[in-house]
Structure formats: structure tokens, C-alpha cells
């Protein structure tokens, strides 16, 4: 059997340790996996996609059979083109449940060869999101168990936030 090509797609902005939690345990069973940021013209991100290829390539260098691309229009056209037989997705939490279920079945719908494994991140990860990373950098809160290091840079210099500093 040759090795499975899996598709991590999201918007990644930014990137958080659940996201690299969940690439390195894909990256332990597929053979490639291509973690792909969609380029959506319809929400305005804190993080252009050059960006976000960028922070994404540093963090996951150590693993030689992921690579990160960037992608437009529907996700089963990007997979086929790069010849992907699985989408991998994180759910974290019962919520997170409906919108994935719903986003499986109309890739099903589209393109039936195309599978959806969902994975779990680790614990220490199920209610970290980028909506709400976002909002605690722009408050000056505590992020380095939630980012990597070189996005918290980031993350401070855009929004132009030093961290709180606790008594
Ligand atoms: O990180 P996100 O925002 O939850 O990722 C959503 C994403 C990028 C996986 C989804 O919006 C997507 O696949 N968009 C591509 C367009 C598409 O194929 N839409 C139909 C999906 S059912």
C-alpha cells in the first residue's frame, strides 16, 4: 500500500499548540501531510497568508514529511490536485462536533473518495482557539502556553501589546 497523503486545512491565524499538537500526531501515522492555509478573501485576518506560511514552516521544520502550502477554493480540488486521499481535522470538544460533521459530509458529498479522520489534540489543549488567542494577546495576557514563542513575538508586535506584568 503506498503511504497516505493527508490534508490538514484551516485558517491558522495564528497558529497555536493545539494546531502543532494535532500536526505532529499526523504527522506520526500519515506518510506526507500537507497543512494547508485556505486563502479566504472574505474574512480580513490579523495575519496575512505569507505570514502565516511563514510561522507555520518555522514551527513544524522539525517534521521532514509535513509541508505547508497555502490553497484556493474548495478544498476537495486542492486535495485532488495534491493527490491527498485523507482531510485530517482536530475536534476538541462536543461543540466543535456539528460544524466538523457538517463540513465531512459535504466534502463527501462532493468528492466521496475523499476521507475525513478527525483527531484529538492533547489535553492540555481543548478549549484553545486562534479567535481567542487573539483577543487575550490584544488584552496583554499570558500566551506562552498557548502559542509557540515565535508567535507570541508576533502576536505582540501586531497588535503593539506588551504582556501584563503580575504582582
Ligand atoms: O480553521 P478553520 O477556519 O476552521 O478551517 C476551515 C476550512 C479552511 C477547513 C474550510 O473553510 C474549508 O475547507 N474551506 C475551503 C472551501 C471549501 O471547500 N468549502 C466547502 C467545505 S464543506
Given at each position: 500500500?503506498?503511504?497516505?497523503?493527508?490534508?490538514?486545512?484551516?485558517?491558522?491565524d495564528?497558529?497555536?499548540?493545539?494546531?502543532l499538537?494535532?500536526i505532529?500526531?499526523?504527522?506520526r501515522?500519515?506518510?506526507?501531510?500537507?497543512?494547508a492555509i485556505l486563502?479566504?478573501s472574505?474574512?480580513?485576518?490579523?495575519f496575512s497568508?505569507?505570514?502565516?506560511l511563514?510561522?507555520?514552516r518555522?514551527?513544524?521544520?522539525p517534521w521532514?514529511?509535513?509541508?505547508v502550502?497555502?490553497?484556493?477554493?474548495?478544498?476537495?480540488?486542492?486535495?485532488?490536485?495534491?493527490k491527498a486521499?485523507?482531510?485530517?481535522r482536530?475536534?476538541?470538544?462536543?461543540?466543535?462536533?456539528e460544524?466538523?460533521?457538517?463540513?465531512?459530509?459535504?466534502?463527501?458529498?462532493?468528492?466521496?473518495?475523499?476521507?475525513?479522520?478527525?483527531?484529538m489534540?492533547?489535553?492540555a489543549?481543548?478549549y484553545?482557539?486562534s479567535?481567542?488567542v487573539?483577543?487575550?494577546?490584544?488584552?496583554?495576557?499570558?500566551?506562552?502556553?498557548?502559542v509557540?514563542?515565535?508567535?507570541?513575538?508576533?502576536?505582540?508586535?501586531?497588535?503593539g501589546?506588551a504582556?501584563?506584568?503580575?504582582?
Amino acid at each position: 500500500m503506498k503511504p497516505v497523503v493527508a490534508i490538514y486545512p484551516g485558517t491558522f491565524d495564528p497558529l497555536t499548540n493545539g494546531h502543532l499538537d494535532l500536526i505532529e500526531r499526523g504527522s506520526r501515522i500519515f506518510g506526507e501531510l500537507v497543512v494547508a492555509i485556505l486563502r479566504n478573501s472574505e474574512k480580513t485576518p490579523l495575519f496575512s497568508v505569507e505570514e502565516r506560511l511563514e510561522m507555520l514552516r518555522e514551527c513544524t521544520s522539525p517534521w521532514p514529511n509535513v509541508r505547508v502550502e497555502s490553497f484556493e477554493g474548495l478544498l476537495v480540488d486542492y486535495a485532488r490536485q495534491s493527490k491527498a486521499q485523507v482531510v485530517l481535522r482536530g475536534v476538541r470538544a462536543v461543540s466543535d462536533y456539528e460544524y466538523e460533521l457538517q463540513m465531512a459530509w459535504m466534502n463527501r458529498q462532493l468528492d466521496s473518495s475523499l476521507e475525513t479522520v478527525f483527531m484529538m489534540p492533547a489535553g492540555a489543549y481543548p478549549y484553545l482557539s486562534s479567535k481567542l488567542v487573539r483577543e487575550i494577546a490584544s488584552l496583554g495576557g499570558a500566551l506562552s502556553s498557548m502559542v509557540p514563542r515565535s508567535v507570541e513575538v508576533r502576536l505582540r508586535e501586531r497588535l503593539g501589546v506588551a504582556p501584563l506584568t503580575r504582582k
